[in-house]
C-alpha cells in the first residue's frame, strides 16, 4: 500500500497533468516524428579525410550510424574531401526517395553523388543536382537508384550534373538506376536526366541515364549538352545498359538527345 508520501506525490502529479498547457505539451512531444534531424547544409572549408553525407547527423557531415531526411540536403566543398560526397544517401526498405539534394564541388573530392537510395521495394533518386564548378572529382552521379530483391524497381529521374570547367578524371551519370540481377520482376529506369559540360576535362564516359537490370530496363529522354571547348576521351551516351541477361523490354533511345553549342 502506498505510504502518505507516495499518495502525495501522486496526487500533486495528476492535479499537474489536468493542465491544459501540460496536455499540450504531451502531445506535441508525443507528435514528433522520428527522424535524425530535417534537411540541412554543410559546408567543407578544409580538408575532410572521411565521406561526406549531406543527411549526415553531425555538423561536419560525419555520420555515426543515425543518417536524417534523405530529402532536400545540400553539401558545398570549396576544400578537399578525402572520400565520397553523398547529397544524401538513404538505405531502407519498402517504398523510399533520396530527391532535392544538392551537391557543389569548387574543390576536390573522390566521388560525388548528388542523391543514393537503395530498397527492396519501390525506389527512387530525382531532381538531384551535382555542379563541379572548377574542382576535380573522380567520378559523378548526380541520381543513384538501387533496387534490391524480387520485385524491386529502381527508378533515377531528372537529376541533373553541371560542369563548369572542372575535372572529372572518369564517368559521369546523370542518373544511374539498378535492379538486383535474376529477380524477373526487376524494373530499372533512368529518364529525363540531364549533363551540362561547359569547358573543362572528362577523362572517362558520359552517360545522361544508365540502367542495369534483367526484365524491364528504360533509359529514354536523357540529354546531354556540350559547350565551350572541353576535352572529352570517352565515349557519350544518352541511354545505356549494362546486360545481366536480355531484358524482356527495354529501350536506350526514346528522347535521348545531344546538344553541341559553341
Known sequence: ?????????????????????????????????????????????????????????????????????????????????????????????????????????????????????????????????VTVNGGSVIDVTAGRASGRGEGASATATNNTVNIINGNVVRD????????????????????NNSITINGGTVGGNIYGGHVFGDNIAYATNNTVTISGTPTLSGSLYGGDFDRWGTPRTMDLFTGNTLNVKN
Open 172 to 191: 559521369i551519370y546523370g542518373g544511374l538506376s539498378s535492379s538486383e540481377t535474376g529477380n524477373i520482376a526487376t524494373t530499372s529506369v533512368a529518364a
Open 1 to 129: 500500500y502506498p505510504s502518505r508520501d507516495e499518495r502525495l506525490f501522486l496526487k500533486r502529479l495528476v492535479r499537474f497533468l489536468r493542465q491544459p498547457f501540460t496536455l499540450v505539451a504531451v502531445f506535441c512531444l508525443l507528435s514528433l516524428p522520428l527522424v535524425a534531424q530535417a534537411a540541412q547544409t554543410i559546408t567543407i572549408n578544409g580538408t575532410a579525410d572521411y565521406d561526406v553525407f549531406g543527411n549526415g547527423d553531425s555538423a561536419d557531415g560525419h555520420n555515426t550510424g543515425n543518417l536524417g531526411d534523405p530529402n532536400g540536403n545540400t553539401v558545398i566543398v570549396n576544400g578537399t574531401v578525402d572520400g565520397t560526397v553523398f547529397g544524401s544517401l538513404f538505405n531502407g526498405s519498402g517504398s523510399i526517395t533520396a530527391s532535392g539534394n544538392t551537391v557543389i564541388i569548387s574543390g576536390g573530392a573522390s566521388f560525388a553523388y548528388g542523391g543514393s537510395a537503395s530498397s527492396s521495394g519501390a525506389v527512387t533518386a530525382s531532381g538531384n543536382t
